[in-house]
């Protein structure tokens, strides 16, 4: 059963940057890999996803801001945000896609087959 555990949130300014990590227990370079966010009362959605062959999409909320990549050698996931907004405030969760080789359609949560525990992300303005 894989594990994922998220690193790197924190409190930062409006327009400041933060780099999240997602460190996997399996080998993960044959699923795809997402990012995605939640507030309280609302659900999940997704911030960004990144198939096997490197397609990466993003939630057009995010697109510019954010990167997403994948470093395959240490099966470990990474979210690059810059110029974060309050809006950005939520807890951010790493996923496996539930289907070997499958690619990631549409950030639906629904895919995933396995989540992180979550890392907080507070931005003030």
């Known amino acids: 059963q894989a594990q994922l555990a998220e690193s790197g949130g924190g409190s930062v300014q409006a327009g400041g940057s933060l780099r999240l990590s997602c460190a996997t227990s399996e080998v993960t370079s044959t699923y795809a890999l997402g990012w995605f966010r939640q507030v309280p009362g609302k659900a999940r959605e997704g911030v960004a996803t990144?198939?096997?062959?490197?397609?990466?999409d993003y939630a057009d909320s995010v697109k510019g801001r954010f990167t997403i990549s994948r470093e395959n050698s240490k099966d470990t996931l990474y979210l690059q945000m810059n110029s974060l907004k309050p809006e950005d405030t939520a807890m951010y969760y790493c996923?496996?896609?539930?289907?070997?080789?499958?690619?990631?359609?549409?950030?639906?949560?629904?895919?995933?087959?396995?989540w992180g525990q979550g890392t907080q992300v507070i931005v003030s303005s």
């Open positions: 990144i198939d096997t062959d490197g397609r990466t």
């Open positions: 996923a496996r896609h539930g289907s070997y080789g499958f690619r990631w359609k549409f950030l639906d949560s629904g895919a995933a087959g396995y």
